[in-house]
């Protein structure tokens, strides 16, 4: 069998096919079947394989957001491929750019370092507004539909945010949660006070309708009326009680005043005729 030479290797008279390296030659296969130009092309078309593989990773590192370790991993996997191979063509050249590319995935993998911390950076300053935004509410806010409506949202910003460092996170949403329970605590004692404090409200009210109701039979009116008068000042003073005590109270009271009314005007006029009548009788002139 005759031989062929190549710029990366060559073809001996045995059919031993070498390739050449920087650490010299090593043998790369046999070939029995062909010409020795056969041999080299076979081996050659092996070597464009494995270089294929490197220029469509060089392009995918440079032109898209490859994840730095999968792109490390695959460096180092044709790095592995390359001392080995039953390839002919330059490749220590191949191993040469690979060694660049790991160069820059370790570049990459460092500013993907300096970006994530950047973004936990960011996310917990976005996190700590929202938890001191929850913390004043639940300090200071008296308006509470509002208020309730604003903690919920911030509980939803808190969700869409991005993460922060995982143990400056706990902590956070640990202050985010006693903020919660703290404004809920607050607002169940705001309405159990205001509740308190209508029924007392009631309770006075309903003492002055009661009041009121003893008063609207007399026929005292003068004394009656300052009475009265006195009465729905005293309701005016008491405060608010809830609205059906409000409205059905008064209702009461107004019902016993018209009453009292009616007798009084039922009243005068029987004065004044009793009064003409006694004229009539005795010859007074009635005016």
């Known amino acids: 069998m005759s031989t062929a030479d190549h710029p990366w290797g060559r073809v001996d008279a045995d059919g031993t096919v070498y390739v050449r390296t ?7 296969g046999s070939w029995q079947a ?4 056969e041999a080299l092309a076979f081996y050659q078309r092996k070597y464009e394989a494995i270089e294929t593989e490197v ?33 002919l063509g330059d490749l220590d050249g191949l191993r040469t750019r690979l060694e660049r590319l790991t160069e820059d995935v370790g570049h990459r993998r460092e500013e993907a370092k300096v970006a994530r911390e950047q973004a936990r950076v960011q996310a917990k300053q976005v996190k700590e507004g929202i938890v001191a935004e929850a913390e004043q509410i639940a300090a200071e806010a008296t308006h ?5 409506e604003r903690m919920r949202e911030l509980l939803e910003e808190w969700k869409a945010a991005p993460h922060a460092d995982r143990a400056a996170e706990a902590v956070l949403w640990k202050r985010l949660s006693a903020a919660r329970n703290a404004f809920t605590k607050r607002r169940k004692a705001f309405f159990a006070s205001l509740e308190s404090e209508r029924e007392e409200v009631r309770a006075r009210k309903e003492q002055l309708v009661a009041e009121a109701e ?22 005016k003073a008491s405060g608010r009680a809830d609205r059906e005590a409000e409205t059905v109270a008064p209702r009461r009271g107004h019902r016993r005043n018209r009453h009292r009314h009616v007798h009084a005007d039922v009243r005068v006029d029987r004065t004044d005729r009793l009064t003409s009548m006694r ?8 005016l």
């Open 34 to 37: 062909g010409s020795p130009e």
């Open 144 to 148: 509470w539909k509002s208020s309730g």
């Open 55 to 87: 220029v469509l990773l060089e392009q995918r590192i440079s032109a898209t957001d490859m994840a730095p370790a999968q792109a490390a991993a695959t460096v180092q996997r044709l790095i592995g491929t390359i001392s080995d191979a039953n390839a």
């Open 214 to 235: 003893a008063l609207s039979g007399s026929t005292d009116w003068g004394p009656t009326t300052s009475a009265f008068r006195e009465l729905m000042s005293k309701w």
């Open 279 to 286: 004229r009539a009788a005795s010859g007074e002139r009635v």
């Open 22 to 28: 920087a650490d010299g030659e090593r043998v790369i």
